[in-house]
Protein backbone atom coordinates (compact mmCIF):
# COMPACT_ATOMS: atom_id res chain seq x y z
CA UNK A 1 0.00 0.00 0.00
CA UNK A 2 1.46 3.70 -1.13
CA UNK A 3 -0.62 5.36 1.62
CA UNK A 4 0.39 8.83 1.22
CA UNK A 5 3.10 10.14 -1.22
CA UNK A 6 5.05 12.91 -0.84
CA UNK A 7 7.18 14.76 -3.77
CA UNK A 8 9.65 15.77 -4.16
CA UNK A 9 11.96 14.68 -0.61
CA UNK A 10 14.48 17.25 -0.60
CA UNK A 11 14.27 20.63 -2.67
CA UNK A 12 16.31 23.84 -3.07
CA UNK A 13 14.96 26.68 -4.12
CA UNK A 14 15.90 30.87 -4.26
CA UNK A 15 13.94 33.47 -2.42
CA UNK A 16 11.20 34.75 -4.62
CA UNK A 17 10.90 31.37 -6.54
CA UNK A 18 7.69 29.29 -6.75
CA UNK A 19 6.89 25.94 -6.46
CA UNK A 20 4.61 23.46 -5.61
CA UNK A 21 5.13 20.25 -3.52
CA UNK A 22 3.19 17.67 -4.27
CA UNK A 23 0.94 15.16 -1.78
CA UNK A 24 -1.15 11.96 -3.02
CA UNK A 25 -3.28 9.39 -0.92
CA UNK A 26 -4.67 6.04 -2.25
CA UNK A 27 -6.57 5.75 0.92
CA UNK A 28 -9.76 7.38 -0.35
CA UNK A 29 -9.64 9.47 2.58
CA UNK A 30 -11.82 12.96 2.46
CA UNK A 31 -9.56 14.75 4.87
CA UNK A 32 -6.11 15.95 4.21
CA UNK A 33 -3.69 18.42 6.11
CA UNK A 34 -0.32 20.18 5.33
CA UNK A 35 1.78 20.88 7.98
CA UNK A 36 5.18 21.97 8.37
CA UNK A 37 7.67 20.95 10.70
CA UNK A 38 10.49 23.21 12.71
CA UNK A 39 12.60 22.49 15.28
CA UNK A 40 11.48 23.32 19.15
CA UNK A 41 7.97 24.00 17.92
CA UNK A 42 6.40 20.87 16.80
CA UNK A 43 3.77 20.52 13.26
CA UNK A 44 1.87 23.23 13.00
CA UNK A 45 -0.95 22.82 10.51
CA UNK A 46 -0.95 24.75 6.98
CA UNK A 47 -4.01 24.38 5.57
CA UNK A 48 -5.99 21.69 5.01
CA UNK A 49 -9.28 20.13 2.75
CA UNK A 50 -12.80 18.34 4.23
CA UNK A 51 -13.08 16.94 0.63
CA UNK A 52 -12.48 17.60 -2.89
CA UNK A 53 -13.45 21.38 -4.09
CA UNK A 54 -12.91 22.44 -0.13
CA UNK A 55 -9.94 23.85 1.30
CA UNK A 56 -9.27 25.82 4.87
CA UNK A 57 -6.74 27.90 6.35
CA UNK A 58 -5.19 26.35 9.44
CA UNK A 59 -2.79 27.72 12.03
CA UNK A 60 -0.25 29.43 9.54
CA UNK A 61 -1.67 29.74 6.32
CA UNK A 62 0.38 33.20 4.71
CA UNK A 63 2.48 32.62 2.15
CA UNK A 64 0.92 28.99 0.71
CA UNK A 65 -1.71 28.18 -1.27
CA UNK A 66 -3.64 24.51 -1.57
CA UNK A 67 -6.33 23.22 -4.15
CA UNK A 68 -8.17 20.47 -3.99
CA UNK A 69 -9.49 19.50 -7.58
CA UNK A 70 -9.56 15.53 -6.71
CA UNK A 71 -9.74 13.16 -3.33
CA UNK A 72 -6.64 11.83 -4.11
CA UNK A 73 -4.33 14.93 -4.37
CA UNK A 74 -3.93 18.06 -2.63
CA UNK A 75 -0.66 19.88 -3.85
CA UNK A 76 0.57 22.90 -1.72
CA UNK A 77 2.38 25.87 -3.52
CA UNK A 78 4.93 28.20 -2.72
CA UNK A 79 4.12 31.38 -4.82
CA UNK A 80 7.12 33.44 -3.51
CA UNK A 81 9.42 31.93 -1.81
CA UNK A 82 11.10 33.03 1.23
CA UNK A 83 13.87 31.62 3.90
CA UNK A 84 11.26 31.91 6.45
CA UNK A 85 9.52 29.27 4.66
CA UNK A 86 12.24 26.31 5.10
CA UNK A 87 10.83 23.34 6.66
CA UNK A 88 9.69 19.95 6.69
CA UNK A 89 6.73 19.79 5.14
CA UNK A 90 4.37 16.41 5.52
CA UNK A 91 1.17 16.03 4.17
CA UNK A 92 -1.44 13.95 6.28
CA UNK A 93 -4.48 12.45 5.54
CA UNK A 94 -7.51 10.62 7.33
CA UNK A 95 -10.40 8.98 7.18
CA UNK A 96 -12.71 11.24 9.32
CA UNK A 97 -12.63 14.07 11.37
CA UNK A 98 -10.54 13.81 14.03
CA UNK A 99 -9.23 10.71 13.11
CA UNK A 100 -5.64 9.17 13.44
CA UNK A 101 -3.91 10.87 10.22
CA UNK A 102 -1.61 8.80 8.03
CA UNK A 103 1.84 10.87 7.27
CA UNK A 104 3.69 11.19 4.21
CA UNK A 105 7.37 11.08 4.21
CA UNK A 106 7.77 14.70 4.32
CA UNK A 107 9.72 17.05 1.74
CA UNK A 108 12.83 18.89 2.85
CA UNK A 109 12.52 22.44 1.84
CA UNK A 110 15.38 24.89 2.08
CA UNK A 111 15.15 28.48 0.67
CA UNK A 112 18.34 30.68 0.35
CA UNK B 1 -4.00 31.00 23.42
CA UNK B 2 -5.00 27.51 23.23
CA UNK B 3 -2.04 24.92 23.17
CA UNK B 4 -0.62 21.71 23.62
CA UNK B 5 2.26 21.73 26.05
CA UNK B 6 5.01 18.62 26.15
CA UNK B 7 7.44 19.77 28.88
CA UNK B 8 10.00 17.75 28.25
CA UNK B 9 12.46 18.50 25.50
CA UNK B 10 14.56 16.16 25.32
CA UNK B 11 14.96 13.01 27.69
CA UNK B 12 17.69 10.50 28.35
CA UNK B 13 16.72 6.83 29.92
CA UNK B 14 19.00 4.07 30.41
CA UNK B 15 17.34 1.15 28.79
CA UNK B 16 14.97 -0.67 31.21
CA UNK B 17 14.15 2.41 32.68
CA UNK B 18 10.65 3.55 33.23
CA UNK B 19 9.01 6.69 31.18
CA UNK B 20 6.52 9.32 31.77
CA UNK B 21 6.45 12.00 28.77
CA UNK B 22 4.11 15.18 29.57
CA UNK B 23 1.15 16.27 27.58
CA UNK B 24 -1.35 19.20 28.55
CA UNK B 25 -3.53 21.32 26.92
CA UNK B 26 -5.50 24.12 27.20
CA UNK B 27 -9.00 23.01 25.25
CA UNK B 28 -12.23 22.97 26.50
CA UNK B 29 -14.85 20.42 25.93
CA UNK B 30 -14.74 17.26 24.12
CA UNK B 31 -11.35 16.88 23.05
CA UNK B 32 -9.89 13.57 20.54
CA UNK B 33 -5.92 12.77 21.96
CA UNK B 34 -3.43 11.58 20.25
CA UNK B 35 0.45 10.36 20.41
CA UNK B 36 2.78 10.57 17.81
CA UNK B 37 5.61 8.71 17.47
CA UNK B 38 8.74 9.88 14.60
CA UNK B 39 11.86 7.47 14.17
CA UNK B 40 14.95 9.27 12.95
CA UNK B 41 14.17 10.20 9.38
CA UNK B 42 11.10 9.12 9.11
CA UNK B 43 7.84 10.19 9.02
CA UNK B 44 4.81 10.48 12.20
CA UNK B 45 3.14 7.13 12.76
CA UNK B 46 0.32 6.82 15.68
CA UNK B 47 1.46 5.22 18.79
CA UNK B 48 -2.26 5.79 20.71
CA UNK B 49 -5.44 7.38 20.63
CA UNK B 50 -7.99 8.59 23.25
CA UNK B 51 -11.62 9.37 22.17
CA UNK B 52 -13.76 8.01 25.00
CA UNK B 53 -14.43 5.67 27.58
CA UNK B 54 -11.97 3.85 29.70
CA UNK B 55 -9.04 6.82 30.52
CA UNK B 56 -5.72 4.42 30.72
CA UNK B 57 -5.20 3.33 26.85
CA UNK B 58 -2.84 1.04 25.41
CA UNK B 59 -1.45 1.71 22.04
CA UNK B 60 1.76 -0.31 20.13
CA UNK B 61 4.93 -1.58 21.51
CA UNK B 62 4.06 -1.42 25.05
CA UNK B 63 3.18 2.25 25.35
CA UNK B 64 0.00 3.64 27.21
CA UNK B 65 -1.24 6.85 28.33
CA UNK B 66 -3.61 8.14 30.78
CA UNK B 67 -6.76 10.85 30.08
CA UNK B 68 -6.91 12.89 33.12
CA UNK B 69 -9.92 15.58 32.43
CA UNK B 70 -9.51 16.97 35.38
CA UNK B 71 -5.64 17.88 34.69
CA UNK B 72 -5.93 18.19 31.05
CA UNK B 73 -3.06 15.41 30.86
CA UNK B 74 -2.69 12.98 28.79
CA UNK B 75 0.73 11.39 29.58
CA UNK B 76 2.79 8.89 27.38
CA UNK B 77 4.11 6.28 29.66
CA UNK B 78 5.90 2.68 29.24
CA UNK B 79 7.36 0.98 32.26
CA UNK B 80 10.68 -0.17 30.50
CA UNK B 81 11.88 1.72 27.27
CA UNK B 82 14.83 -0.28 24.49
CA UNK B 83 16.95 1.21 22.61
CA UNK B 84 14.81 1.39 19.56
CA UNK B 85 12.29 3.66 21.45
CA UNK B 86 14.82 6.50 20.80
CA UNK B 87 12.41 8.81 18.66
CA UNK B 88 10.61 12.31 18.79
CA UNK B 89 7.34 11.70 20.44
CA UNK B 90 4.41 14.22 19.58
CA UNK B 91 1.16 14.90 21.62
CA UNK B 92 -1.79 15.74 19.59
CA UNK B 93 -4.87 17.37 20.31
CA UNK B 94 -8.36 17.86 17.97
CA UNK B 95 -10.24 20.42 19.79
CA UNK B 96 -13.60 18.91 18.66
CA UNK B 97 -15.24 22.73 19.10
CA UNK B 98 -13.18 24.02 16.51
CA UNK B 99 -12.92 22.97 13.14
CA UNK B 100 -13.02 19.24 13.08
CA UNK B 101 -9.65 18.74 10.88
CA UNK B 102 -7.69 21.35 13.07
CA UNK B 103 -5.41 18.77 14.90
CA UNK B 104 -2.95 20.55 17.81
CA UNK B 105 0.57 19.52 17.85
CA UNK B 106 2.62 20.13 21.03
CA UNK B 107 6.44 20.92 20.43
CA UNK B 108 7.77 17.17 20.89
CA UNK B 109 9.95 15.47 22.67
CA UNK B 110 13.28 13.84 22.19
CA UNK B 111 13.55 10.34 23.73
CA UNK B 112 16.94 9.36 23.75
CA UNK B 113 17.65 5.59 24.84
CA UNK B 114 20.83 4.60 26.12
CA UNK B 115 21.92 0.99 25.35
Known amino acids: NAGVTQTPKFQVLKTGQSMTLQCAQD?????MSWYRQDPGMGLRLIHYSVGAGITDQGEVPNGYNVSRSTTEDFPLRLLSAAPSQTSVYFCASSSAEGQPQHFGDGTRLSIL | AQSVSQHNHHVILSEAASLELGCNYS??????LFWYVQYPGQHLQLLLKYFSGDPLVKGIKGFEAEFIKSKFSFNLRKPSVQWSDTAEYFCAVNPSTYNNNDMRFGAGTRLTVKP
Open chain 1, 27 to 31: MNHEY
Open chain 2, 27 to 32: YGGTVN
